[in-house]
């Protein structure tokens, strides 16, 4: 019988008004997965009143006290890693060593946040004599957080961790596909000791309940990651709302090499930007461009590297059978476009992967830069090869782009490196490495790829509210 996962709502399982229940398929066989609660605008108003309820006292917790039971979490994620990753790998598929590096990151999210709580939340200002004005940073109170299925313990703690810190409470609507984590994460907050109601679920489809979670009166910003059209309807909602919105869409990140870059490295690293997750990243680095006089040589050196990335081994499946046809249909456009597939543009040829999300690490040489594939987000393990002669030229076909989230430069002329990456309109930039960076890092994009940062001390600035207090003596 499959599992079947609830709301956690007030510090407890709750089951949906419905009674209904979505059935998630499992994507490395297309079979039955668990049975996630379908949530309603009932759930949705039981969850955020739960949340208002809490959040009064919550806001007065001695900071001390909140900055404890974030470090409290962190431990307990870590104590339960090996559980979570049976949860994670359940739900998407992939393998188990991607799956616990992205609980260690969620856990380092609460440890990081734990230390920062008593950072200043304010300033006195110098206005003239007789007066005392002074700043404080105060909670909104609750936060509205809707994560994708890709990472999603991960993105949970990426955007709870800094919520919670600043005296925030939280109704977190993960994807339908991959809610497991979530609610095992909001659990283990109860566990160690956060006050009921703090840390809340909200399980269901998006257009139920995550649309209803966005339009409740009582939620006073919201946080999104995911697709571009859902963001855009999002920010509908919340500019009829004049609420803030912390939006992190999507991304067609452009990985630059020129012809003195440390070949070998930057192929591999190539690789772990476009494979990582079965390239199911908002950053992933999809689009590889590189100095023309070397770019066949290392064409061939990036496509050896990808044959060490195996489907079913360390290449995870598709999450959602929606993607999987995405991709496929991707493939069918690369054909019509005429594009050269160096490796991969098709399907594993392997009866143990029969029925599961899977598609072969894909590469396409010498694309131009306005083809569909160097244009939109396949969210897959689809990168496209574009040379470039001039920096001039590299740093233009970088910025021609909707996206603007992350960008690379392989150099080792470290002026150059400096300028381009002062050039690219994009939200974080590695030099000489593809990182997603540390948890200390802010991130964000630029253009279509959202507003707003997550991670880093800057992320507090977005969960916080500033008043200005003038006092006449």
């Known amino acids: 019988m499959a599992t079947r996962v609830n709301h956690w709502i007030g510090g407890r399982s709750v089951e949906p008004s419905s009674g209904s229940y979505h059935q998630d398929v499992n994507p490395t066989n297309g079979g039955a997965g668990a049975e996630i609660a379908r949530g309603n605008s009932e759930d949705v108003n039981a969850a955020v009143e739960s949340a208002a309820q809490a959040a009064r006292g919550w806001h007065r917790f001695p900071s001390a006290k909140r900055g404890r039971l974030l470090g409290d979490l962190a431990r307990a994620i870590r104590a339960n890693a090996e559980a979570l990753a049976d949860l994670e790998v359940e739900d998407t598929g992939k393998p188990r060593a991607e799956a616990l590096g992205e609980i260690e990151v969620g856990a380092a999210y609460f440890e990081f946040y734990a230390g920062l709580v008593n950072l200043p939340i304010g300033d006195n200002l110098d206005i003239e004599p007789g007066q005392h004005v002074y700043t404080r940073r105060e909670p909104y109170g609750v936060i509205g957080i809707i994560t994708p299925w890709n990472v999603p313990l991960n993105q949970a703690a990426r955007a709870c961790a800094p919520a919670l810190a600043a005296a925030n409470v939280v109704v977190v609507k993960p994807a339908e596909d991959s809610s497991q984590t979530s609610v095992a994460l ?107 006089s070397i770019h066949d040589q290392f064409v061939k050196m990036v496509v050896d590297a990808t044959r060490t990335r195996r489907p079913g081994e360390n290449l995870g499946p598709l999450i959602t059978r929606a993607q999987y046809e995405q991709v496929q249909s991707y493939f069918e456009v690369a054909r019509q476009e005429g594009l050269t597939a160096e490796i ?130």
Request: proline share 4%; hydrophobic share 40%.
């Open 186 to 292: 909001a659990r283990l907050a109860t566990e160690v000791g956060f006050p009921d109601g703090t840390f809340n679920v909200l399980l269901g489809l998006g257009p139920e309940a995550g649309a209803e979670l966005v339009r409740h009166p009582s939620v006073r910003k919201v946080a999104f990651t995911g697709s571009v059209s859902v963001g855009q309807t999002i920010g509908h909602v919340a500019a009829e709302r004049v609420i803030p919105l912390t939006l992190e869409l999507g991304g067609k990140s452009a990985n630059i090499v020129f012809d003195d870059a440390d070949l070998e490295f930057a192929a591999k690293e190539a690789v772990r930007g476009f494979a990582t997750n079965a390239g199911q990243v908002c950053s992933a680095g999809t689009r590889l461009l590189v100095q023309r």
């Open 344 to 473: 991969g543009g098709d399907l594993p040829n392997d009866e143990a992967l029969q029925g599961g999300f899977f598609v072969n690490p894909t590469v396409y040489s010498n694309v131009d830069n306005s083809a569909r594939l160097a244009q939109e987000e396949v969210f897959g393990p689809v990168l496209v090869t574009i040379p470039f002669d001039t920096e001039e030229d590299a740093i233009r076909l970088a910025n021609s782009s909707d996206y603007g989230l992350v960008a690379a430069v392989w150099t080792k002329d470290i002026s150059r490196a400096l300028r381009v990456a002062d050039d690219i309109e994009a939200g974080q930039i590695f030099v000489n490495t593809w990182s997603t960076g540390a948890v200390q890092t802010p991130f964000g994009g630029y253009k279509h790829s959202g507003y707003g940062r997550e991670k880093g001390i800057e992320a507090l600035n977005h969960y916080g509210q500033v008043k200005c207090v003038v006092v006449k003596y």
